[in-house]
Structure formats: structure tokens, C-alpha cells
């Protein structure tokens, strides 16, 4: 079983950046596609990015498209998502996991971990 381990969150204004890291240990995660989700107070858990096990293809939902960057080094076992030109309606706790399909179709497989805090002030 995979453990993932979020960081990077904090508070920003709206028009900031922020870069999360997302930590794999147990196993690796190297032949994995990988997903960044988020969840906002009342709201479900959502997709946000995607990238497949290489790192040849990435997907995003369509609110964070041209603002948000997901890559990955398999060697170091971690994947990260930048975040720039924030807006407040990106507060949210983000979450990495284990995808079974990187364009957001799929499902998320392993144990979700404490995520990371964002807070975008206007």
C-alpha cells in the first residue's frame, strides 16, 4: 500500500503561486498515473490534474487549464502540481493519489492522505 504525503499549501492572494509536492513511500509510483484532486468546505472531492505514468500526458479540469502544471519525478517518487494566478474559488484542500486513468474518468486507488491547505484571499 502506497502512503502519500501532501505539502505545500498555504496562504496566498489571488493572483499568487503556490507548489505542491506530493511524497510517495511504501511503494513506488513510477509505473502509476497520478492525480491531484481538491475539495472546498461543503463541496465534493473534484479532479483537478492528471498525468500518466511517464509523464507524457497531463489533463486538467477546465477552471485550472493555462494556470495549473502537473509533473512528476519518478526517480525522487513524487509528484507535484503548480499553481499560479490563483483565484479565491481554488481554496481548497488538495490531495494527490494513484489514478487508475489520468484524464479524471477514472478513479482515484490508494488511501487518501491529510492533503494540503490552500487559501487564496481576494
Known amino acids: 500500500q502506497v502512503q502519500l504525503v501532501e505539502s505545500g499549501g498555504g496562504l496566498v492572494q489571488a493572483g499568487g503561486s503556490l507548489r505542491h509536492s506530493c511524497v510517495a513511500s511504501?511503494?513506488?509510483?513510477?509505473?502509476?498515473?497520478m492525480g491531484w484532486f481538491r475539495q472546498a468546505p461543503g463541496k465534493e472531492r473534484e479532479f483537478v490534474a492528471g498525468?500518466?505514468?511517464?509523464?507524457?500526458?497531463?489533463y486538467y479540469t477546465d477552471s485550472v487549464k493555462g494556470r495549473f502544471a502537473i509533473s512528476r519525478d519518478n526517480a525522487e517518487n513524487t509528484v507535484y502540481l503548480q499553481m499560479d494566478s490563483l483565484k479565491p474559488e481554488d481554496t481548497a484542500v488538495y490531495y494527490c493519489?494513484?489514478?487508475?486513468?489520468?484524464?479524471?474518468?477514472?478513479?482515484?486507488?490508494?488511501?487518501w492522505g491529510q492533503g494540503t491547505q490552500v487559501t487564496v484571499s481576494s
Open positions: 498525468i500518466s505514468w511517464r509523464g507524457g500526458r497531463t
Open positions: 511504501g511503494r513506488t509510483i513510477r509505473n502509476s498515473a
Open positions: 493519489n494513484v489514478v487508475d486513468e489520468p484524464s479524471g474518468l477514472g478513479s482515484a486507488l490508494g488511501a
